[in-house]
């Protein structure tokens, strides 16, 4: 007979530890079982993923084809050395760098060793020390990603590792720079030239971006942002490292967010989406020119787990689940009918200041006032309204990824119209419920 859920629960509390909570507080779901955007737990409760777990199963649950080619290389070989070729291993860096127009992988097991050893490629490539990095960012809970990170949670890890500069983002509905869409002249970016100014060009290896950023608010950054930013870093010598952790692999409807604005930058890492989780996997793609330089010179980097057999097989067989299953097409439809209900729940609401999506990445983010924008809960903390819309969502068994004043959308893309449908209309329930704490009555569609 299986165990009840409170003792597996209970066992859990006992002997583990989980993250980014005081663990007196942690409420953890006891999940069974999964499938496609659904899963279950011990209750026997059906639960929506509406954030593809970590915003990383991207193919949805127990796909069967990833299962198989994971079951298939564990019989076959399940370890070899980093030193060694394998099959996936390689079957994996070709398609890596035809999806990308990059030109080799470094394995990792995951983004935040993805980031350090794109950190540390760029200063051995450069020869310079400082990387430029954005406040409102997350790149991992490792010393050095940690630092790179904006993100609240690297304050506990400070002062971190040296030569990390930071500069503000592209966050149009709260411009730090105090502009609206008709007044902007792209301060966002050229600030960033002030900076490198005063930091003195000679210093700096690498701009580290988030595609869009993901857990800092889904910053959509303005279509000219990224040619801006590239020409920066042309103009100075500066590798542009754009981190697709979260937003590449068909999140946004195309491989890596930056091809919808048509740039390429130098080094590209990856994790989640590449393997949709199934196993753990991360990559620092890199281009020609410094694959070249690593040719003639040392890479001064290892893990034992680089280029994993399973975790690559795992890997080749889920991009291959996004094409055959056209699901970068699928986000495009899906995505389109949630940015119009996004939107109109924009207009309905009184507490919701501003939407923000791309493809099956989204963010509603909520206000006291929509005149004000003041926040429904400050900066790195919470408010009774966030977790009554945090605990309305929970009970109708949909699970949803929320943050100070932000409810994420973001399901896997195997998503389907009737199931975004049933998990939008909890939401609205939220919402609503929001409203009436705020006082402010939902006006008529
Ligand atoms: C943009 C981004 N970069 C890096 C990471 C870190 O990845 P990992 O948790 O696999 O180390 C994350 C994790 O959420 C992320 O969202």
């Not at 900076?195 to 700096?204: A, F, N, R, Y």
Request: with cysteine; charged share 20%.
């Amino acid at each position: 007979m299986e165990r009840p859920s409170s003792e597996v629960i209970q066992e859990n509390r006992d002997y583990t530890l989980f993250s980014w909570s005081v663990q007196s507080t942690s409420n953890p779901i006891h999940m069974t079982h999964a499938q496609g955007v659904w899963f279950w737990d011990g209750d026997g409760n059906k639960w929506l993923d509406f954030s593809s777990q970590l915003i990383n199963i991207n193919v949805g649950h127990q796909h069967p084809k990833v299962l198989e080619a994971i079951k298939k290389q564990v019989d076959e070989l399940c370890f070899a050395g980093p030193s060694f070729a394998t099959e996936p291993r390689g079957k994996l860096g070709k398609k890596l760098a035809e999806v990308t127009g990059l030109a080799k992988s470094f394995f990792t097991l995951g983004g935040a060793e993805a980031n350090e050893n794109a950190m540390k490629m760029a200063r051995l490539f450069t020869g310079r020390d400082k990387i430029i990095t954005r406040y409102r960012s997350y790149h991992g809970a490792t010393m050095g990603s940690m630092t790179a990170s904006g993100d609240p949670r690297r304050w506990p890890v400070e002062p971190g590792i040296p030569g990390i500069v930071r500069v503000f983002d592209p966050y149009c509905y709260r411009c730090p720079f105090g502009k609206t869409p008709d007044s902007c002249r792209r301060e966002c970016v050229s600030h960033i030239e002030e900076v490198i100014q005063m930091e003195g060009p000679h210093t700096i290896a690498a701009i580290l971006v988030e595609g869009i950023t993901g857990s800092n608010g889904l910053l959509v950054p303005p279509d000219d942002y990224y040619p801006k930013l590239r020409a920066l870093c042309d103009k100075y010598g500066i590798l542009l490292i754009t981190d697709e952790v979260m937003s590449g692999f068909g999140r946004t409807g195309k491989w890596l967010s930056t091809q919808h604005y048509g740039v390429k930058p130098d080094i590209v890492t990856c994790a989640k989406g590449l393997t949709s989780g199934y196993m753990p996997l991360g990559a620092v793609i890199v281009s020609q020119e410094i694959a070249d330089y690593f040719e003639k010179n040392m890479l001064w980097g290892g893990l034992t787990y680089s280029g994993h057999p399973v975790s690559c097989a795992a890997a080749v067989a889920n991009l291959s689940v996004y094409e055959e299953e056209h699901l970068f097409e699928n986000t495009e439809v899906q995505g389109r009918y949630l940015a119009e209900r996004l939107e109109a729940m924009k207009r309905k609401y009184a507490c919701v200041g501003d939407v923000r999506y791309k493809g099956l990445f989204s963010v509603l983010e909520l206000v006291r006032d929509k005149a004000t924008k003041e926040p429904l809960a400050p900066f790195n903390g919470t408010s009774p309204e966030m977790q009554k819309l945090a605990g309305h969502v929970k009970s109708k068994h949909v699970y949803a990824f929320s943050r100070f004043n932000m409810l994420w959308v973001c399901p896997p893309l195997v998503i389907n119209q009737e199931e975004l449908e049933h998990g939008l209309s909890v939401i609205e329930e939220g919402l609503a419920l929001v409203d009436q704490m705020l006082g402010t009555p939902v006006a008529a569609d």
